[in-house]
């Protein structure tokens, strides 16, 4: 100490050397040690500046052995002042206190100050105290006056300040939800001005916590999180994480049915909306436009994809007709040379239907075509033969007429179709010359016919023309022209009576007769 007058308030004998003291004002501005006995005691150490000095008081718990401890107070934040404390906003002092020999123990510790050293605007409800030892920095809980400050449950000896939160700022990356109804959102956030260690409480929507820096797996919805640091200085934040305005969704707008079994007409459109455009469909895995065509029955499936890999699908069924069948069913040709009906019909398909209905046709291959409505066709074919065979009909004359105006007699027969014959068969007489048929009708109702030519000789004419004589004299030469009958001819001569009128007959060679009569 310099020469000088030296004045030391202590509130108890167990004080002991300062290490410098004023003598002009009274107060300690060094460090002051004090003697601590074992047990619980309180003491208080009168300590400032050299423009004031305020109490800093100790009050101790279960002091298991003494010793003595050091207190000084400087102005300012001190050699230790945490990161999370804000350095213009405190108060404008700090308290050391170095333990020498004591035991384990329990203090609080009560550090008053004056008006004044609440600097930057510190609110007293804002204040936080810090207690930095052996290189860790801790916050003890405090009890703040308008003059004082108490550090509770202190158990080990350092350096002790009040400041301010310094307000620790967040900045963040949102994810948000691609797909609609998803959770794929993700919020990562980013803390500075803030004492570590720090811990973090999220709340969401659907009661959604956590206690990670970052979350994931997030729903659409507002995220809130409240960051609380080392000194117990918070900072909040809401994050929204969107999602598209509605699902994607797809449907099958329009679809076109193959209009005829086994075809390739078939046709679908889908139209997406919802999600996120731009999209990209997918047929099947092949086709990669809205619409497919020329397409076979069956079932097709539409992947659209939007610009956020959502996907959905819809499928479309094309479907088809059964298969057209015609059908042809004959009825029976009986007699050869006959007719009989088809019945056309139809099955599957498309109704109605053109070329149904009953046609005629005789014996032979048919085939008939059947549409639908559709346009399809199809043909049903098939041949058609009488079960009879043909009836053969023969008409032959018996025996030639010789004379002309004569008759004969005609046998008929017949062969083929179903015996016995019911008509038509037999002899017939008295058939003169001319055409002739006959129809033979068999046991089934068929008939065959013939026609024949009866002939005969011509009629036998004779002329006579006189040349010389006379009829009455029975001697006459007469100039006769023959035709008809059948050569070679004979003739002879007869006279009337009167002797006026001579007949000349001709007999041919069948023995029919002509004559001439000759007048005188």
Request: hydrophobic share 30%; net charge neutral.
């Amino acid at each position: 100490l310099t020469t000088g007058a030296y004045a030391i308030s202590v509130d108890n004998t167990s004080t002991t050397a300062v290490s410098r003291v004023s003598g002009a004002s009274g107060f300690v501005i060094g460090n002051l040690k004090r003697n601590i006995a074992s047990g619980t005691n309180s003491y208080t150490f009168t300590i400032g500046t050299a423009t004031d000095y305020v109490p800093a008081t100790l009050d101790f718990t279960n002091v298991s052995a003494g010793g003595y401890i050091t207190m000084r107070t400087d102005t300012g934040k001190g050699t230790n002042y945490p990161a999370g404390l804000h350095a213009s906003k405190l108060i404008g002092r700090n308290w050391t206190v170095t333990n020498g020999g004591i035991g384990t123990f329990s203090a609080n510790l009560t550090c008053n100050y004056v008006n004044g050293e609440l600097r930057g605007g510190a609110q007293l409800a804002n204040l936080k105290g810090y207690k930095y030892s052996a290189g860790t920095t801790a916050f003890p809980s405090i009890t703040m006056t308008a003059s004082t400050a108490k550090f509770s449950g202190i158990t080990s000896f350092s350096e002790f300040g009040l400041g301010e939160c310094a307000g620790a700022s967040l900045s963040n990356a949102t994810t948000n939800v691609g797909c609609y109804g998803q959770s794929t959102g993700a919020v990562n956030i980013t803390v500075s001005g803030a004492s570590s260690p720090i811990t973090y409480s999220w709340t969401g929507p659907n009661s959604f916590t956590s206690t990670n820096e970052d979350i994931t797996g997030l729903a659409a919805g507002t995220y809130s999180v409240s960051v609380t640091d080392n000194a117990g200085c918070t900072a909040s934040g809401s994050y929204l994480v969107t999602q598209p305005a509605a699902a994607l969704s797809v449907s099958i707008t329009s679809q076109t049915n193959v209009t005829c079994n086994g075809g390739s007409n078939g046709a679908a459109t889908a139209a997406a909306s919802g999600g996120t455009s731009p999209y990209a469909y997918s047929w099947n895995g092949t086709s990669t436009s809205a619409s497919i065509s020329s397409k076979p029955a069956g079932s097709y499936t539409v992947t659209v994809t939007d610009a956020n890999s959502c996907t959905k699908s819809a499928s479309a069924t094309l479907i088809q007709p059964s298969a057209l069948t015609p059908s042809a069913t004959p009825g029976t040709i009986t007699c050869f040379g006959g007719v009989t009906t088809v019945v056309v019909g139809a099955t599957g398909g498309t109704s109605p239907y053109i070329g149904t209905g009953s046609f005629t046709h005789g014996a032979g291959s048919y085939s008939y075509t059947v549409t639908d409505a559709n346009g399809c066709s199809a043909t049903a074919s098939g041949s058609l033969t009488a079960t009879n065979s043909a009836i053969v009909v023969t008409a032959t004359p018996d025996a030639a007429i010789l004379c002309n105006g004569g008759s004969t007699s005609v046998t008929v027969g017949a062969t083929g179709g179903t015996g016995p014959y019911s008509s038509g068969v037999g002899t017939f007489s008295n058939v003169a010359a001319g055409t002739h048929t006959y129809v033979v009708t068999d046991n089934a109702g068929c008939s065959g016919s013939a026609t024949i030519n009866v002939t005969q000789p011509a009629p036998i004419v004779v002329t006579g023309t006189l040349v010389t004589g006379s009829c009455s004299l029975n001697s006459a030469t007469v100039q006769v022209s023959i035709t008809g009958g059948t050569g070679p001819y004979s003739s002879s001569y007869t006279f009337n009576n009167a002797g006026t009128i001579c007949t000349y007959t001709v007999t041919d060679s069948n023995q029919c007769t002509g004559s001439a009569v000759i007048t005188q």
